[in-house]
């Protein structure tokens, strides 16, 4: 149980297009997912935190009209990277959490966004 | 300010033996502690768990131990396999908070 999938596994898109990631929960209801981006030999950052039928709290220099979230359902999640520069290629992660009874965080297997 | 330390960048160690992973922290309000494993181009899997009410939890070959006092962490591997070549992240949450406060990594390399 307690798995997370994302779509797709890799894109790549030219500049100034927009790109949608999505995050599903495939087994469970997600109270929560997260978004994060890892830059090559570094560890993983915090982008936004997402809340089903509510806006998604960013983290502190992360610019939320860039990086668009939306969390539908308890199983889905998207983030859509707009306008898209070179400096937005990474590799994007999402997770999921259910409740504080599992403390846990499920990892999606990410996203790796190259932008030309 | 990092909340959550892993002081080794990387650890080389031979197939076998044991690896050990240190984490330390700075928010006493932290009481759940977490390691994951991330492979190139994957996302992390969760490895073990801890809770601040204990100093020691186990599975497998994996055990991680909790210094609270110290505000000090590590996860012991024994033996080390290759397939154990990975990143480790160590991970902290404080009571009643949804994020995860990650450490830096250690990338661990098993030599045959």
């Known amino acids: 149980g307690a798995v997370v999938s994302q779509h797709p596994s890799w894109v790549i898109c030219k500049s100034g297009t927009s790109v949608k990631i999505e995050c599903r929960s495939l087994d469970f209801q997600a109270t929560t997912m997260f978004w994060y981006r890892q830059f090559p030999k570094q560890s993983l950052m915090l982008m936004a935190t997402s809340n089903e039928g509510s806006k998604a709290t960013y983290e502190q220099g992360v610019e939320k009209d860039k990086f668009l979230i939306n969390h539908a359902s308890l199983t889905l999640s998207t983030l859509t990277v707009t306008s898209a520069h070179p400096e937005d290629s990474s590799f994007y992660i999402c997770?999921?959490?259910?409740?504080?009874?599992?403390?846990?965080?499920?990892f999606g297997p990410g996203t790796r966004l190259t932008v030309t | 300010d990092q909340q959550v330390k892993q002081n080794s960048p990387s650890l080389s160690v031979q197939e076998g033996r044991i690896s050990i992973l240190n984490c330390d922290y700075t928010?006493?309000?932290?009481?759940?502690f977490l390691w994951y494993k991330k492979y190139p181009a994957e996302g992390p899997t969760f490895l073990i768990s801890?809770?601040?009410?204990?100093d020691k939890n186990e599975d497998g070959r994996f055990t991680v131990f909790l210094n609270k006092s110290a505000k000090h962490l590590s996860l012991h591997i024994v033996p080390s396999q290759p397939g154990d070549s990975a990143v480790y992240f160590c991970?902290?949450?404080?009571?009643?908070?949804?994020?995860?406060?990650f450490g830096q990594g250690t990338r661990l390399t098993i030599n045959p």
């Open positions: 997770s999921a959490w259910r409740d504080f009874s599992d403390r846990e965080q499920y």
């Open positions: 801890i809770s601040s009410i204990k």
């Open positions: 991970a902290a949450s404080a009571e009643g908070a949804q994020k995860l406060v």
């Open positions: 928010n006493s309000m932290f009481d759940y």
